[in-house]
Nanobody, 121 residues
Framework: QLQASGGGVVPPGGSLRLSCAFSGFNSYYYAIGWFRQVPEKERESVSCFSFSSGDTYYAESVEGRFTISLNDAKDTVHLQMNSLEPEDTAVYYC????????????????WGQGTLVTVSS
């Protein structure tokens, strides 16, 4: 199960932190990621975290502004989003992927519900 939260409305340049609580996975074999989708476009991978290696991935459009992290209890992943831009407006989903590579490709086997992020003045 995955439960996402933290979306909202923020002005350009602002910050938000998304959280995704998860359970029920043998996490070693998987990666967890944040993905986003806007109308009429495919869902894209934003950031991924590999449970086995701790490697992280960021889409070029968010590199340097977003940070993915896993809490100490290893049951929640956060996405800290800074310097938000109107182009970041989307529905954000967390998902579990079989492998880091699949996460980077935007492929996930399990999805949480989406949370809407709106960046607007």
């Amino acid at each position: 199960q995955l439960q996402a939260s933290g979306g909202g409305v923020v002005p350009p340049g602002g910050s938000l932190r998304l959280s995704c609580a998860f359970s029920g996975f043998n996490s070693y074999y998987y990666a967890i990621g944040w993905f986003r989708q806007v109308p009429e476009k495919e869902r894209e991978s934003v950031s991924c975290f590999s449970f086995s290696s701790g490697d992280t991935y960021y889409a070029e459009s968010v590199e340097g502004r977003f940070t993915i992290s896993l809490n100490d209890a290893k049951d929640t992943v956060h996405l800290q989003m800074n310097s938000l831009e109107p182009e970041d407006t989307a529905v954000y989903y967390c998902g579990i992927s079989l492998g880091f590579y699949n996460c980077r490709l935007g492929k996930a086997g399990s999805w949480g519900q989406g949370t809407l992020v709106t960046v607007s003045s």
